[in-house]
DNA sequence: GTCTGCATACTCGGATAAGAGCTGTCCGAGTAGCTTAGG
DNA sequence: CCTAAGCTACTCGGACAGCTCTTATCCGAGTATGCAGAC
């Protein structure tokens, strides 16, 4: 049980694509090479991204990516999910189905109380996940790091400047 | 991000050990019979939770698996981390390391404002796992279904009379 | 009858394959902008 | 000089391998039991 690195990569291209806001797309070149990530996996990412709603993509020159979402109403397990697709699914109905008395109608996910205390845990966890907006993270950052939005837009400056350099990679 | 089949067996399994509580051992072949299981991957999830000190076992005749825990001091938790090993660790230390301004020498675990957020998520998946005692889930299932205990109990009677049969699965 | 030694069968334990999913990569479809030729 | 058509280069998108981890299986090490033989 280990989260995908794309998650990672994916909340902190949000977070960084959530301060550029100049209406301007980041190319999936741009966006790797400030963290140094493998360019053609991050776009598969981006990609999934796209498919739940959360980024708008362009092709062709002067594209890219942009965020297609209210910060506000963007939370990290819209993105997690995004990502993950399904998320750690725990339900008891084949073992019990197939255990003494078992029955193939009933549904145990609803019936086993194991089913049930991990669902709660579950639970617990999407509703952390749901509690905080990308928004909320971003204010906390710009809170403890007030230069951090400044120096992410100087750099995705020179980044398009240095645009050529960026495709070789 | 999908927990292990073995951590849904082992919980099981835990609670049914739990029910027996004759002193007596039941074998890797009469646990997996219970549930239609196979026999030998059972038995490195048993293996686990044997050397995670949940269970002890016993080889030779006679031989099998017990609980060697307190019900009311075995959590969930405990099970399946015993499972699982790691759980979802989630870190953005190299991700931040690697980036502009980058810093080997910081901890990115405890100052990256996203990571902060995912490890509450994750704690408080593990503190509701933590919450929830073996002996509670056990008293819960008695309240719902008083004749569990006593149905188990005489299944796993009659299993040790057809032990024969079952090993030749 | 009792004790001792041995053979037997049984059970766990770790070492060993097969399959699924994550990780990483590449090339084609489509588009915006530049170039060039004509009016 | 202005317009328009064509070409070029750029970007996303999905299809294609490599690798790690989960799933599944098998055989060997060690032990309690039962039996046989001696005292």
């Known amino acids: 049980m280990e989260l995908s690195k794309g998650v990672e990569w994916a909340l902190h291209t949000c977070l960084n694509l959530s301060w550029i806001e100049g ?50 109403q963007l939370s990290l397990l819209d993105i997690v999910v995004a990502i993950e697709g399904r998320v750690a699914a725990f339900a008891c109905e084949h073992l019990l189905a197939d255990g003494p008395g078992g029955d193939a109608s009933v549904d145990y996910a609803l019936t086993c109380v194991l089913s049930q205390a991990m669902s709660r845990a579950e639970l617990a966890w999407r509703r952390e996940l749901a509690s905080s907006s990308l928004a909320d993270i971003r204010r906390e950052v710009e809170a403890k790091y007030p230069q951090t939005p400044g120096a992410t837009r100087a750099w995705f400056l020179t980044a398009r400047a240095d645009g050529r350099r960026l495709a070789r990679r």
């Not at 980041?26 to 598969?44: F, G, R, S, V």
């Not at 980024?55 to 990516?65: D, E, I, K, V, Y």
Request: proline share 8%; no cysteine.
């Open 23 to 72: 209406g301007e797309a980041k190319t999936t070149a741009e966006l790797a090479a400030y963290y140094d990530l493998p360019q053609a996996y991050l776009n598969k990412q981006l990609q999934a991204l796209t498919r739940a709603g959360i980024l708008s993509s362009t092709p062709g020159p002067r594209g890219g990516f942009r965020l297609d979402r209210d910060p506000e």
